[in-house]
């Protein structure tokens, strides 16, 4: 397998640009990883997972539905010009950009996301390219090419044929590299939080969680609404119109179902008219209410929300207080 230097890969990103819209981590000028062009700052491929989500590269926090013109007719933004490669997924990044790209497609499907997603080429970037060099788990599929970093050099994995076309105009001096110790290692990781959020799933659908407790959790809760923003499965949006000259433009912004006014009805009647509903809803929906729907949980542990929530009850934090308070009802469940 190719093996690149971090000089070689930043030649090859390079390369790409006259034929291709590359975005991948780079560093601010405030200090921080995000990812954007190449031109916008230093890569900074090392350090984890970037604290925004990154399938926001596809469904922005705000962007135009379309522009309403005076004579009846309607405007859409054009395709991008150039294909996306879009390097950075963790690989539980990788899942969540999995789940949306099912989530948008159906019943009626997102002509905005899918008009960005469509021909877009994604890069998984796994490894040991942690914080401090810690071991991220290897995805192993997933998307289209995937970079391991092995503490050294970025081992290169092929999974699709456009993963397959980039990976031959790679140029690198290592081309016998393995991934197999890596791949090992990637699977003894452990597995206690994806446990344990099986563990509170279960409790929700038993309905073993008293009003006590959401009401407890929801009392925490300030609705800085970081969780909604920065989890890459959230993708509640809500439409507005501005009124110009010439047009009306649509636009859409994402939203967040810890806000008061998410569900407020035109009546003034609120279905989830307390943090603690509000609460309750966020973890029920990803840890039970689409376990029914699509058949899986819809929390991949990417870990964002627990790092942002000021008061500490993102996702995990709230299943650990659930579970080790209702340990009697786990163990019963669990059988």
Known sequence: MKALTQTELETFLHALQPAWDVRAPIRLSDGTRALGRL???????????????????????????FDALPDGSFRQEEPPQK???????????????????????????????????????????????????????????TCDLELVFDGERFIVAAYSEAGEKLEAAMTCAESGA???????????????????????????IAERVPDAFWAEIGERCIACTGCNLV???????????????????????????????????ASGHNPLGSEALRTRRRIHHKLAADLRRWGHLTCYLCGRCDTTCPTGIGIVAVAREMVARHAGETARLQG
């Open 39 to 65: 031109e916008e700052g230093p890569l900074a491929l090392l350090g984890g997972r970037i604290p925004r989500k990154p399938t926001d590269v596809f469904f922005a926090q705000q962007e135009k539905v």
């Open 83 to 141: 294909p996306l490669f879009v390097l950075g997924f963790t690989a539980e990044d990788l899942e969540c950009l999995e789940f949306i790209d099912r989530f948008f497609s159906s019943g009626f499907a997102d002509d905005i996301y899918l008009r960005k997603r469509s021909g877009a080429v994604i890069g998984g970037l796994t490894g040991k390219c942690g914080s401090a060099g810690e071991l991220l788990r290897i995805a192993g599929g």
């Open 178 to 204: 393995s991934l197999e110790d890596l791949r090992r290692a990637s699977e003894a990781l452990p597995q206690d939080n994806r446990r344990l959020l099986e563990q509170a799933s279960a409790l929700l």
């Open 231 to 265: 989890c890459p499965t959230c993708t509640c949006f809500g439409v507005q119109d501005w009124r110009y000259p010439t047009h009306i433009e649509r636009s859409r912004m994402w939203d967040s179902c810890q806000l008061d006014a998410f569900m407020r009805e």
